[in-house]
């Protein structure tokens, strides 16, 4: 009964079989399948989904909540998501020979698209970056874990749902810290 649920299941359909599609276009492709079998998978259309929903942003009174309620190792990581708009993985695999203090940028080797982005940063991420980067080795991962480790893929899902709920705020993922990064650059 939940719009959003039933566009979040269309939306995995649709990816599953555009995967599928490829794979048997592939095959007819290297002549892999039988002659006899018809190409019925040619015709099959993926869900319409409309418009896309508008992606959770938080105002600067959420975000001074949700750093505040942080644990100091998470609260870096925060920050350097909201000057960067890193993804998590991005931003955990993120070293000091990532970041060039000269021309104020953090290179970023984005996960979904494989491309790379070189991405400036504000007064404020340059002030972060130096007191972060400061006298480290260059292959230092840039953002640490309170024990000098670095973040593993799944290691900020509870201290984040913690800080949230701490922070008292609805809606809120580390994937949110993009979309309020673009806000914040057009502010």
């Known amino acids: 009964t939940d719009p959003e649920q039933s566009r979040s299941r269309k939306a995995t359909a649709n990816r599953l079989l555009t995967i599928a599609k490829a794979a048997l276009s592939w095959a007819r492709k290297h002549e892999t399948l039988p002659d006899y079998m018809p190409d019925w998978w040619r015709n099959v259309s993926p869900f319409g989904l409309g418009d896309d929903p508008v992606p959770r942003m938080m105002d600067t009174g959420e975000i001074t909540r ?3 309620a942080a644990p100091a190792d998470l609260r870096t990581l925060l ?3 909201l000057m960067t708009g890193c993804r998590y ?4 695999r993120l070293r000091v020979r990532d970041y060039d203090h000269e021309q104020g940028v953090v290179t ?3 996960s979904k698209s494989y491309k790379t982005l070189f991405q400036p940063l504000t007064p404020e991420g340059v002030e972060l970056f130096d007191r972060l980067t400061a006298g480290r080795a260059s292959d230092a991962v840039i953002f640490t874990r309170a024990d000098g480790s670095p973040w593993a893929q799944k290691d900020a899902i509870r ?5 949230v709920l701490a922070a008292k705020l609805d809606n809120v993922s580390f994937k949110t810290t993009r979309a309020t990064y673009g806000k914040l650059l057009l502010q």
């Open 89 to 92: 993985s991005e931003a955990r």
């Open 66 to 68: 949700l750093l505040n």
């Open 108 to 110: 970023i080797r984005q």
């Open 79 to 81: 920050q350097g998501a």
């Open 159 to 163: 201290p984040m749902r913690v800080t």
